[in-house]
Every structure is written in C-alpha cells, then in structure tokens.
C-alpha cells in the first residue's frame, strides 16, 4: 500500500534526484533505492521512476534548449545510434552476467573522475561538424554507451556526458544538455511499455514528477549560470554515488 509518507518521502528524493540528473545524470541511483526502501514492489518503483524522471528530463532540456546549449545536430546523429545500441545491450543482458561489468566499473570509475578533474586546454574549442569526430566518434560513443544502458544502466546519463566530453571533445556544459536528448528519448519509451502495462501507481508517480520536474529545473538553472565547474563537480559526485551503489552490491552485499 502506497501511503502519505511513502509519497512525501519519494517525492523529495525526486526533487534532489531530479537536481542531480539534470546536471551530471545519475538521478535513478537515488529514487529507485528510495522507492524499493519505502516497500514500493520492484516493477511499480520503476514505472514510476521513468514516469517521473521522463516530465523532468523534459523540463530540464526545455531550459538547456532555451539558453542554446543543446548541440542539435550532435543529437539527432547520436539518438539512433543509441537506442539501437540499448536494444543490442538488453539481448546481451540475457546472455551475459551483468556482476562482471558491475565489478569492472568499480576499477575504472576513478579513472574517469579522474579524467574529468584533469585540465583541457581545448575545451573551449567549438565543435566542428565534420571529419572523423563528428561522423565517427560521435556515434560510437552512443552506440557504446546506449549497450550499456540496455544491457547494465545505472548512471547512463553520467557516461553519455564523459563520452561526449572526454572524447568527442565537447563543452561539459554542452555534453550535459544534448545528453537530455538521448536520456528523454530513451525515458520515454521505457515510460510508454510501464504506463500500458499498467504498472504505474498515479498518485505516486504525479507527486514524484513534480518533484523532479523542480529538481531538474532548479539543477539545469544553476548549471547554466555557474557553468562547466559546476557541472565538473556534480558529475563526480553521480560517479561517487555509482561507486559506493556498486561497491555495496558486489562486495559488501554479496
């Protein structure tokens, strides 16, 4: 039974998710906890999860969109490549043991905070819309990033900003709001399959999504006005939170 404080509780999770996605992803690492310590069965605390996290995407590239932060073209390139990649990532999720990438991220994760600390003298280079990077890189990065969505998940969002940064060289700042593009486009469908199969508690999901859609308001407002530190510094922190969820999962729990 969802009661009052089970929604109160999920709703402010929401709201700090909702922050923390709509800079540096990694909101679900949040809610989903939340919701599954709050006794919401595993199915519903999902559904209810993308209902939520798809309206505060949605504002949050809304406020990217409008500050002229989202690399268009750079979308529409990437957003097929990836969710053809997140359907060939659920297939390997059938096959594959998911404990073993789980282990190997713990190993690499600091690497990649690392990467992220360490000065770029050309980030603030524009992007060139041609050659190798643009038409080559670009999409692997999305096809690679979208496997791992499909086939493990947690931080996609984090890892579609470190691969658009790190090595299609774009703005962080940039990177985190075309990333809400690829992050709605896949929300949504997820959303969708959830809402017809009648898995989503309404109550819930409304009182959590406006939570996140304050979240993400708040959180993509004040990356546009602080800026790529800003941005640099809440993505450690979705990776931190990653590390300690995956740590407590494969070492600690099992």
């Known amino acids: 039974m969802i009661t009052a404080t089970t929604i109160l509780v999920c709703t402010l999770s929401a709201l700090f998710a909702g922050f923390i996605d709509s800079v540096a992803g990694g909101g679900g690492l949040i809610t989903i906890p939340t919701l599954l310590l709050a006794g919401v069965p595993p199915h519903t605390a999902l559904a209810c999860n993308k209902v939520s996290s798809s309206l505060g995407t949605a504002m949050a590239l809304g406020t990217f969109a409008r500050s002229g932060l989202v690399v268009w073209r750079l979308a529409a390139i990437g957003t097929g490549f990836a969710l053809v990649g ?8 059938l096959t594959l043991d998911p404990e073993t990438l789980g282990r190997v991220l713990i190993i690499l994760l600091p690497f990649a905070m690392l990467a992220t600390l360490l000065p770029r003298k050309d980030k603030e280079l524009p992007l060139v819309f041609d050659g190798p990077r643009f038409y080559f890189l670009a999409p692997l990065c999305c096809f690679v990033v979208g496997i791992y969505d499909g086939f493990f ?3 996609t969002g984090s890892f579609f900003i470190l691969a658009l940064h790190l090595i299609v060289r774009v703005h962080l700042l940039q990177a985190s709001a075309t990333t809400k593009v690829l992050n709605l486009s896949s929300n949504i469908g997820a959303a969708v399959v959830f809402i017809f199969s009648g898995e989503v508690v309404w109550s819930l999901a409304l009182c959590m999504a406006m ?6 308001w708040m959180g993509s407002r004040m990356a546009i006005r602080i800026g790529g530190v800003f941005v640099q510094r809440v993505l450690i922190v979705s990776l931190s939170i990653l590390m300690v969820s995956l740590i407590w999962t494969y070492f600690i729990k099992a």
């Open 86 to 93: 997140s359907a060939i990532g659920s297939r390997l999720a």
């Open 153 to 155: 998940g947690p931080a």
């Open 211 to 216: 939570g996140s859609i304050t979240g993400n």
